[in-house]
């Protein structure tokens, strides 16, 4: 079993940058796909970026040029580096980690209030 815990969520003004972190308790060896979700008020949970081993990352158009994922093996996290960021992109931001067999791990996500 994977436990995700979020951490690195905040209240930031329009322009200004957060970074949201994701560590991992428990087996990664069957794990193959990461990647960070957002959900805002009354809408759909969305992808907002997502990275599998020997793949280049894939980014919401919306947040193209300003988002970054990343991840280091050795301290067991996924991390999203936000820049520039806009009220729109308020909402809660879960991670998620996808085993080979199709197997989705949530953590209880983090919420993110962008003030204009």
């Known amino acids: 079993q994977l436990r995700l815990v979020e951490s690195g969520g905040g209240l930031v003004q329009a322009g200004g940058s957060l970074r949201l972190s994701c560590e991992a308790s428990?087996?990664?060896?069957?794990?193959?796909?990461m990647g960070w979700h957002r959900q805002a008020p009354g809408k759909q949970r969305e992808l907002v970026a997502s990275?599998?081993?020997?793949?280049?990352?894939i980014y919401a158009d919306s947040v193209k040029g300003r988002f970054t994922i990343s991840r280091d093996y050795a301290k067991r996290t996924l991390s999203l580096q936000m820049n520039d960021l806009k009220p729109e992109d308020t909402a809660v931001y879960y991670c998620?980690?996808?085993?080979?067999?199709?197997?989705?791990?949530w953590g209880q996500g983090t919420q993110v209030t962008v003030s204009s």
């Open positions: 998620r980690h996808s085993s080979i067999s199709r197997v989705n791990y």
């Open positions: 990275i599998q081993t020997g793949h280049n990352p």
């Open positions: 428990g087996s990664l060896s069957s794990v193959f796909d």
